[in-house]
């Protein structure tokens, strides 16, 4: 069995519960942590409210901390797994989170400027990441994602958060609009959707895109929706990628483990996004009910029907979109914004 894994993921999909299941199917007790100097017994179940964080993963935060996990590791012979944060792929001039709270607000030329920094060939760190896996025959899951899963995020970021629209105010405020003054400062909840729709690039990457490229034997990918979906019919081929011994013994607990996993993640709206659009331009009759609506969802379909439809919806003193999509089409009106044409192009071909 071979006694080394590592993980790597574009998004914060899975990555925690699948380093569990790793060691638990290679019947791990206990493992070391170098980060910490800590031994941890592994969990029978990881799962909490909103995530598999109950497991307290191998999670180093640059190169030098990863290196390190696997020179202090080098010797151990029992199975461990390494799920190295995606930042030690990023360039280190590229500050996306000064990016969203001071730049978005005049995007005619940022937009263009920043996609292309972030659509760059490989930097150095990751060239230095990926030669590094290579020269120590690192196995590697790579959890891949599209485009429609980058709204994952969008919409699974803050399960931990009350609903209350007070709370979400506060939520997207300190995530979107802090260090900014004036007329992004606002209490109303109609007002802050509005400012969202307009501000946002959900489509534009908010992170490197990872371009992994190792060898066959090195490298098993998974995309981020069949983590969701069908991790159960993957799981074998995943052990045996790994060498690890399949115990069918274990698979009826990780499988119970697994469906509550998969109930954590809310996906049903951003797989249909375009279904619920269309229905709301053409007044079709669409009930939202089961889509568990909030303001992300509600700036989301205000920020589309301006920039792919050219419409604005008249939102004054509502704090929830209504709940059907003809009755959002009855809201509808001509946009008034100067908008950043570059990005409305960009978004035509979503």
């Not at 995007?107 to 150095?124: G, H, I, S």
């Not at 992994?212 to 074998?236: F, G």
């Not at 009826?252 to 279904?275: E, G, T």
């Amino acid at each position: 069995m071979l006694n080394r894994a590592v993980i790597m993921a574009e998004l914060s999909v899975g990555g925690t519960f699948l380093d569990w299941s790793l060691y638990y199917f290679s019947e791990t007790r206990e493992f070391y942590n170098p980060l910490d100097d800590s031994y941890n017994n592994l969990v029978t179940d990881p799962i909490t409210s909103t995530n598999a964080h109950k497991h307290n993963k191998i999670h180093p935060a640059s190169f030098e901390e990863f290196k390190f996990c696997i020179d202090q590791l080098s010797n151990n012979k029992n199975f461990y797994s390494i799920y190295p944060w995606l930042g030690l792929t990023l360039s280190s001039n590229i500050d996306v989170l000064k990016f969203l709270r001071n730049n978005k607000f005049d995007v005619n030329n940022d937009w263009e400027k920043y996609n292309k920094e972030l659509n760059k060939e490989l930097n150095p760190m990751q060239i230095l990441f990926q030669n590094y896996l290579i020269e120590h025959k690192l196995k590697t899951v790579f959890i891949s994602n599209t485009l429609e899963d980058q709204l994952y995020t969008l919409f699974n970021s803050h399960r931990e958060q009350s609903s209350s629209p007070e709370s979400e105010i506060k939520l997207f405020y300190n995530k979107f609009f802090s260090g900014t003054t004036g007329k992004w400062e606002t209490s109303n909840m109609w007002e802050l959707r509005e400012n969202l729709a307009l501000s946002w690039r959900p489509f534009n990457p908010l992170m490197h895109q990872l371009n992994v490229s190792l060898p066959n034997s090195l490298i098993y990918e998974i995309s981020s929706s069949d983590m969701i979906d069908r991790l159960d019919l993957k799981i074998r081929e995943l052990l045996t990628f790994f060498k690890i011994d399949q115990n069918t013994k274990k698979f009826d607990h990780w499988q119970q483990i697994y469906q509550s996993w998969r109930k954590l993640h809310d996906i049903k709206f951003h797989r249909n996004w375009k279904l619920i659009l269309d229905n709301i331009v053409s007044g079709q009759d669409h009930d939202l009910s089961e889509y568990d609506m909030n303001i992300t969802k509600d700036a989301f379909i205000q920020h589309i029907l301006l920039y792919k439809y050219n419409l604005s919806i008249n939102g004054y003193k509502i704090t929830n979109f209504p709940t059907n999509t003809k009755l959002i089409h009855a809201l509808l009106e001509p946009n008034p914004h100067p908008l950043d044409t570059v990005y409305q192009e960009f978004i035509k071909h979503v």
